[in-house]
């Protein structure tokens, strides 16, 4: 989903509805800035990281056995 927005004379620019609805961000929820060279991201920031990053690469520790890991 592209869309273009316009830099305000106060620097603002407005999410369109259909971006935020996507991204399920309502008024008072902050987001993530990323800038990288000529690039910017916005992410919703999460309300609870230990809650985003629960499971992550649960994939690759299928096949681990963690007794042995422990020393």
């Known amino acids: ?3 273009v927005v316009t830099l ?3 620097n603002q620019i407005v999410i369109p509805k259909k971006a935020r609805q996507k991204l ?3 008024p008072g ?3 993530i800035l990323d800038v ?3 690039s910017l991201t916005l992410k919703p920031k999460p309300k609870s990281y230990s809650k985003h990053l629960k499971g992550l690469h649960r994939a690759v520790w299928r ?6 890991l422990v020393t």
């Open 63 to 68: 096949e681990v056995d963690a007794a042995a």
């Open 8 to 10: 305000s004379s106060k």
């Open 29 to 31: 929820d902050q987001l």
């Open 1 to 3: 989903m592209k869309s």
């Open 24 to 26: 399920e961000v309502e």
């Open 36 to 38: 990288e060279e000529h």
